[in-house]
T-cell receptor
């Protein structure tokens, strides 16, 4: 089952611009995670934000979490061609649940 | 650690044949997951194990699919007999703690299965 919905489904921007992707979910969560998947590869964990956190940074990545709106955003600043990939959000909704995945946003960075 | 290791990377088989996919999780991770990814259905959880014990196999499509984890360092996903609709990329992932709350899931590179 998929709880997260990423928006937009696809995003194409110029190298150097910022890219913002959004994720909405339906139930209360313990944490929300973002992953990147390059074409033909496995998913790579980028960042985890806990339900009591509002913002988190990792290098050029900035993640925000609004539990009242049940939404999160991933901002990639100063995008590079190597950032071209699909980005997935996943939520941890409880101790016996495993991650629930969104459908992903396909990001294309044009040189 | 070399990460989660899956084999083979690619598998092409004829309909009706048995297919076995293999996975070596990260040492110390107590959860192991098998996922299937297709364009149409996205990422689907097939089954997961906790400390080598299957916990939830409700995602396994049908009886043709089976998974085992005989020890903490090895798991297999078997399809017998295979059908063309089983064609997909199969991922194995492992994590420490439920929900990946101690650093997320680590995925293998996947096995691209084509059944002709």
């Amino acid at each position: 089952s998929q709880q997260g919905e990423e928006d937009p489904q696809a995003l194409s921007i110029q190298e150097g611009e910022n890219a913002t992707m959004n994720c909405s979910y339906k139930t209360s969560i313990n944490n929300l995670q973002w992953y990147r998947q390059n074409s033909g590869r496995g998913l790579v964990h980028l960042i985890l934000i806990r339900s009591n956190e509002r913002e988190k940074h990792s290098g050029r990545l900035r993640v925000t979490l609004d539990t009242s709106k049940k939404s999160s955003s991933l901002l990639i600043t100063a995008s590079r061609a190597a950032d071209t990939a699909s980005y997935f959000c996943a939520t941890d909704a409880g101790s016996n649940y495993q991650l629930i995945w969104g459908a992903g946003t396909k990001l294309i960075i044009k040189p | 650690d070399a990460g989660v290791i899956q084999s083979p990377r690619h598998e092409v088989t004829e309909m009706g044949q048995e297919v076995t996919l293999r996975c070596k999780p990260i040492s110390g991770h107590d959860y192991l997951f098998w996922y299937r990814q297709t364009m149409m259905r996205g990422l689907e959880l097939l089954i997961y194990f906790n400390n080598n014990v299957p916990i939830d196999d409700s995602g396994m499509p049908e009886d043709r699919f089976s998974a085992k984890m005989p020890n903490a360092s090895f798991s297999t996903l078997k399809i017998q007999p295979s059908e063309p609709r089983d064609s997909a990329v199969y991922f194995c992932a492992s994590s420490e703690g439920t929900g990946g709350r101690f650093g997320g899931y680590t995925f293998g590179s996947g096995t691209r299965l084509t059944v002709v």
